[in-house]
């Protein structure tokens, strides 16, 4: 099960505190079973929360188990984490973990230097303030929230759902996350008022990684049939050279970085569009549609028939 752990340092502010656990908390798998396990965590015993105390049942431990870590905002957002609290962050992000901050909780993410280069979001009356304090982060006011891949960062707290159904859709795709929305009384995706800015599924570089523009052309260019020649040829560099400075960088390499681009390609089609497979097989770059069945079985361990069924939203 995918766990979720909810960070509440002290004087945390309780809306941006529940609105994960409730979002998370609602998402039902298509059997009926819970598709999140959420953990408050806190680097002390108590922490105050406005009007009441708050003890959290989990320490900052807790972290390195979590798949996804949302940062609640706290008020008037320290510049420096309590001890251990930035460590803890940067190392979970170092293993993968997505972490996600809620209204000015991205002051406390902003403090672990993990948004250096990216573009980030927060409260609009707060944006002008964390863009003077933290000059490396690029501040945008004007979005209900923004998706780095791993890192997220949300507007105003109601932002905060928008932000949470975006991530159950993203792991469990829409059908999962259109009942987490109805449980919210909130559609699914808003539109007017703040322009949603989404980077959909691309997989994190390091901060200033020399890779990130050869990822975002392999990311807009997968439906193309690459080699590994065009994507040495691409990067100015030997192919030899590629694999080896790529690994380092994502971890992989870059024809299965492309497969996984493709397939999460695939996904996304399956789940907006009616195309049928062949279709789909060759928007996503697919050799065929045998290729296509075969890698997205492999990868997403069922076909793409029935991942369409388990995922794609009712088009009522």
Aim: net charge neutral; aromatic share 8%.
């Amino acid at each position: 099960m995918h766990t979720v752990a909810v960070l509440a340092l002290d004087r945390v502010i309780p809306f941006d505190l529940s609105v994960p656990i409730d979002a998370f908390g609602w998402a039902r798998l298509p059997d009926g079973r819970e598709a999140y396990r959420v953990r408050v965590c806190s680097d002390r015993e108590e922490v105050s929360a406005g009007a009441f105390t708050l003890r959290a049942p989990y320490g900052l431990d807790a972290l390195a188990e979590a798949d996804t870590i949302v940062l609640p905002g706290v008020a008037e957002p320290p510049d420096r984490l309590p001890p251990g609290v930035a460590e803890a962050l940067c190392e979970a992000a170092a293993r993968g973990t997505r972490i996600a901050s809620v209204c000015v909780g991205a002051y406390l993410f902003a403090a672990t230097g993990l948004l250096n280069g990216l573009r980030a979001t927060t409260h609009w009356i707060a944006a002008p303030d964390l863009a003077a304090r933290y000059p490396e982060v690029t501040v945008d006011p004007n979005v209900l929230y923004v998706d780095n891949g791993q890192f997220l960062t949300s507007a105003g707290a109601a932002a905060a759902l928008d932000m949470c159904l975006h991530m159950i859709r993203k792991d469990h795709g829409s059908a999962v996350a259109a009942h987490a929305a109805r449980m919210s009384v909130m559609p699914l995706e808003r539109e007017g008022g703040q322009a949603q800015f989404i980077v959909h599924d691309r997989p994190p570089a390091p901060s200033g990684a020399t890779f990130e523009p050869l990822l975002r052309w392999l990311d807009d260019h997968c439906d193309r049939p690459l080699t590994l020649d065009d994507i040495a040829t691409r990067a100015g560099m030997s192919t030899r050279t590629l694999n080896r400075r790529f690994r380092e960088q994502t971890g992989t390499t870059p024809l299965q970085w492309l497969h996984r681009a493709r397939v999460r390609r695939a996904q996304y089609l399956l789940e907006t569009t009616a195309h049928p497979v062949e279709r789909i097989a060759e928007q996503a770059g697919f050799g065929s549609p045998t290729a296509f069945r075969e890698r997205f079985r492999r990868v997403v361990g069922t076909s793409p028939q029935g991942y369409r069924r388990a995922f794609r939203a009712d088009p009522a």
